[in-house]
């Protein structure tokens, strides 16, 4: 194969390991400075604070003696405080006995319970803060619909927009007033449905009937990255007509047509831009997350849907965004933990774990359309990485916790040489976990 034939995948390789070691160092980071900063307050010092592992490429020490520092692989970090052994926080019994009284109560090992809890929690309890101010300022970025529902714009469909037009307040659908945006959903779900609606609007003082499209058009307000419409080159506003040679004009009659595929490949006919396209694209099946905790298996492309009418916007408040943020991270860890509890009883595929692999290539398929999809990745991210070091495994934060649980009931930590065997017990099981995920990255559909 000639040199130039190879430049596109490098430069889609390149791009999707950037986009990755962008948004992990962001979050190991944060939550490593979490360590820092609150073990510094809790009078534990630091020796080196390090964003990967390594040679080191740059260094420099600061006022307090810790040496902050970037090594060159950029696949996690440490904090390395006084009496540390390794990275992961083994003591150091040597130097521990070479300490003086007094300066054992600076180092990890020799600091009050208090301290320890306080400075091993922080790390996830980081990563869930930066989760929460980024869903909260992406929320206040693209603000919340105004009520009542104004039209800002117009998604292009076939048939065109009819009568509305921007700026409309819409004031009833087919004779059927609009509730408050809170219930508009369910009452968007209960429209008899039909090609063309009659929307009542208030425009310019008056009020006044004009025919537009349906309300929720088989049009794509977004694609989902890896998925098989991404790969199959759906694009954003692009519009469903027909599956398998049946013209459909709502988005719940693409989901059933899906669905109803049993995996099968599909045919699509497409409008874009006025032309019309036909895309094949075999669905995947997924395990999607239900409001009480459970898992419904589906057939999916990865297209989103959306109305036709672009609401107008107004920014929310601070506490409106903020419990925003708090219910978005609570879905996150609530589904996170349903689908690990499902996993291990078999009722969902395992190939739902994703490893390094599958979440590099997310990452850089999310930074590939727009950096708000991209930051809301890492948020995501960020969440996951807090929820998965706070597992009762020795060698994660929720290990060390459980050791310091340990120690406030008994009155005593646990043995050097049970900590060492515990330890080594879960470093190997993360190794499996990840050469577990791995494999999922490499075998899964």
């Not at 869903?135 to 009568?163: E, H, K, N």
């Not at 499209?213 to 419409?229: H, R, Y």
């Not at 809301?376 to 290990?399: C, K």
Request: proline content about 6%.
């Amino acid at each position: 194969m000639e040199l130039a034939g190879l430049i596109p995948t490098f430069g889609n390789v390149a791009f999707t390991l950037i986009a990755f070691v962008v948004a992990l160092s962001i979050i190991v980071a944060v939550h490593e400075y979490g360590h820092y900063i609150v073990g510094r307050w809790s009078g534990i010092k630091a020796d080196v604070f390090s964003i990967g592992f390594g040679p080191v490429l740059a260094s420099k020490v600061d006022k307090h003696g810790t040496r902050w520092q970037i090594a060159a692989l950029p696949f996690g970090g440490y904090v390395k405080f006084r009496g540390d052994a390794d990275a992961a926080s083994g003591k150091d019994v040597d130097a521990m006995a070479a300490l003086a009284p007094q300066d054992r109560r600076e180092t990890m090992h020799g600091a009050p319970l208090w301290a320890r809890t306080a400075t091993v929690a922080a790390g996830p309890v980081f990563n869930f803060i930066l989760s929460l101010i980024v869903f909260a300022a992406l929320m206040m970025v693209r603000g919340v619909a105004t009520d009542p529902l104004t039209v800002a714009d117009i998604r292009d469909v076939p048939g065109g927009p009819g009568g509305l037009t921007s700026g409309d307040v819409i004031l009833a659908i087919d004779g059927e007033a609009l509730p408050s945006t809170s219930e508009f959903a369910s009452f968007a779900g209960a429209l008899e449905p039909s090609p063309r609606l009659v929307y009542t609007v208030r425009r310019d003082g008056g009020v006044t009937d004009v025919e537009g499209p349906w309300l929720n058009p088989p049009i794509a307000t977004g694609i989902v990255p890896g998925s098989a419409a991404e790969e199959a080159g759906l694009l954003k506003g692009d519009v469903i007509t027909a599956v398998e040679g049946e013209e459909i004009f709502d988005f719940t009659q693409l989901q059933g047509a899906i669905r109803g595929s049993d995996g099968a490949e599909v045919r699509l006919d497409v409008w874009r831009d006025g032309e019309a396209l036909v895309k094949t694209m075999t669905p995947r099946r997924q395990d999607m997350p239900l409001p009480d905790g459970g898992f419904e298996t589906h057939y999916m492309i990865g297209m989103n849907g959306g109305m036709v009418i672009e609401p107008a916007t107004e920014t929310p408040g601070l506490g409106q965004a903020i419990t925003g943020a708090a219910n978005q991270i609570v879905f996150i860890i609530r589904s996170s933990i349903s689908g690990l509890y499902h996993m291990i009883a078999g009722q969902i595929s395992t190939c739902n774990l994703s490893g390094p692999v599958g979440i590099a290539e997310t990452s850089g398929q999310a930074a590939s359309q727009g950096w708000i999809s991209f930051i809301w990745f890492i948020a995501v991210l960020s969440t996951a990485v807090g929820l998965l070091n706070l597992f009762p495994i020795p060698v994660l934060d929720g290990g060390h916790l459980v050791f310091y649980a340990w120690e406030a009931v008994t009155g005593r930590p646990p043995s050097d040489a049970a900590l060492r065997y515990l330890m080594a017990g879960g470093l190997t099981l993360m190794l499996a976990l990840m050469a577990f995920a791995v494999a999922n990255d490499l075998f899964c559909p």
